[in-house]
């Protein structure tokens, strides 16, 4: 009868405690961990040369007017030359030439000559390199052979001229002349005996001028 009594009472004594215990608030839970911050991504690395692409070194301009040996070419000479400059865009040349008119009787101009002699040519550069635009004036003095169908004769030939052209760069040291002009030519000759028979050319005629130049 005791223990029947006893465990009521026991009961209720512990059930204002099992009450209170489970009013007790809950702890918080622990706040998490921030995260990480993003790495940025790694820059890229440039692609290593294939090849070589340096450009192939170009070469050096001319920089100012140079003593040339010269090959010349012109409508009535074939000689060679030796030009000196005098001043920054002026130059004087001397020749020793073949001189010849083969084209005056195509033109009912003259008479056909064949000769050697020599040449002065004073040529103005518009810039002091020697090249781009050039104005040449030339005189010459030969030594002729006349002829006109079966007649000959020996005599002299002189002509002068102009030539406005342009100067070719074709490599650092070689040159390429080309221009157009006139020029008077005179001849005079006179076959021999009792009377003789005059042969030559007094006349204006056009002249192309073509002139090779190596720089020293």
């Known amino acids: 009868m005791r223990i029947a009594i006893l465990v009521p009472a026991v009961l209720a004594a512990a059930a204002p405690a099992a009450r209170a215990q489970s009013a007790e608030p809950a702890e918080p839970p622990a706040p998490a961990d921030p995260p990480a911050p993003a790495q940025p991504p790694a820059p890229a690395q440039p692609a290593a040369p294939t090849g070589s692409a340096e450009p192939a ?11 040339q040996l010269q090959a010349d070419v012109g409508l009535a000479v074939v000689g060679l030359g030796f030009e000196l400059p005098i001043a920054a865009h002026f130059a004087l040349q001397a020749e020793g030439q073949i001189f010849g008119t ?7 101009a003259g008479d056909r000559a064949r000769g050697f002699g020599g040449q002065l040519r004073a040529t103005w550069f518009s810039r002091p390199t020697g090249r781009g635009l050039y104005v040449l004036a030339f005189g010459r003095l030969d030594a002729v052979t006349v002829t006109r169908d079966d007649l000959s004769a020996d005599g002299h030939a002189f002509s002068a001229g102009g030539v406005v052209g342009w100067v070719f ?16 030519i005179h001849m ?4 021999a005996g009792d009377p003789g028979v005059d042969l030559g050319a007094k006349t204006p005629f056009p002249t192309i001028d073509g002139v090779l130049g190596y720089r020293l």
Do not use: I
Request: aromatic letters at 14%.
């Open 169 to 184: 760069g074709l490599t650092r040291r070689l040159d390429l002349r080309l221009g157009l002009g006139v020029q008077y």
């Open 102 to 108: 083969y084209f005056l009787p195509w033109f009912d």
């Open 188 to 191: 005079s000759a006179r076959t």
């Open 57 to 67: 070194p170009r070469p050096e301009p001319a920089r100012k007017l140079s003593p």
